[in-house]
């Protein structure tokens, strides 16, 4: 019961990823503030038993709803503990001349604004209680090129780079900030670019028909890593970018002082001489 007495705001957290988030953390001992922009989707987390669950309906591109969230969480528990970010949406799928302007302006301010928002509402709270953990979803296209969906890897390439920055302007309150790379993930967010055909490319749609086939990566499992980062087995580890398939994360603890001072698990560009080259 790692997280027993404690709050937890998972966004997002009512489908999909979110929602095994939702059951990892109250398996846990968190009480929630499970948040959806579709209140029809709460009733996927009446099964949550234990602990206290509450729901609240925003849109997390919406300031005045987000601060309404945190608001809501601090009269119902009296603090925040852990702040999830999981809310997301693909956007517009296809070159970046077919796309849909709003749409692709949509996703920026859900997948980039709105963890944004959400942070910037809980950081004041636990700040004042010095400590807190904040866990913030990056994935296709953050660390690399996701041609045709722009918005998309636009979105979560920013939102590498904002857990890095925020990490460091709070890092003297106890607060660790990280983000998960998740991996291929079967969620709707797969269905919705099985369903755009041809949009996605050639070489993207061979790579989800093949993932659809074999099952992708379990829910659950990015669910123990965001229970990792969000406990205490992960302090001090902040600022940082966390594969869950690639990076040895449950080791991260052995070698805290190597990352911590050095660029490991961060976004950097990388320069001549990291190949070899004396430009």
């Known amino acids: 019961m790692q997280f027993d007495g ?14 095994a988030m939702s059951k990892a ?6 009480n929630l503030v499970v948040v959806s922009n579709d209140k029809t ?17 925003a849109d997390v591109s919406k300031p005045e709803q987000v601060d309404a969230m945190v608001e809501f969480a601090l009269e119902k528990f009296g603090t925040v503990d ?33 963890t944004f928002l959400c942070m910037r509402a809980v950081l004041p709270t636990m700040m004042k209680n010095n400590r807190g953990k904040i866990v913030n979803m990056s994935g296709g296209g953050g660390a690399s090129p996701l041609p045709r969906f722009s918005a998309y890897g636009t979105a979560k390439a920013g939102v590498i780079r ?13 607060i660790d900030i990280n983000a998960i790379a998740p991996g291929a993930v079967n969620t709707r967010l797969l269905d919705e670019s099985l369903a755009a055909g041809n949009a996605v490319g050639p070489e993207f749609r061979a790579k989800i028909l093949k993932q659809k086939e074999e099952g992708g990566v379990p829910p659950e499992k990015v669910a123990e890593l965001a229970v990792y ?49 004396k430009w």
């Open 41 to 57: 989707q709460f009733e996927n987390v009446k099964e949550i038993t234990g602990v206290q669950v509450e729901t609240f309906e």
């Open 82 to 114: 852990i702040l999830v970010n999981c809310a997301g949406i693909y956007g517009p799928i296809g070159l970046i001349t077919d796309n849909d302007v709003n749409h692709w302006i949509t996703t920026i301010n859900i997948n980039l604004y709105g």
């Open 162 to 174: 904002l857990t890095e920055t925020i990490a460091n302007e709070v890092k003297d309150y106890n």
């Open 6 to 19: 404690k709050v937890a705001i998972i966004t997002g957290g009512s489908l999909g990823i979110g929602l």
């Open 229 to 277: 980062l969000a406990s205490s087995e992960s302090d001090g580890l902040s600022g940082r970018l966390v594969s869950l398939l690639w990076d040895k994360w449950r080791d991260s603890k052995k070698h805290l002082e190597d990352i911590k001072n050095s660029d490991i698990y961060t976004m950097r560009r990388i320069v001549p001489e990291d190949r070899g080259f």
């Open 25 to 30: 953390f109250a398996a846990e001992g968190a």
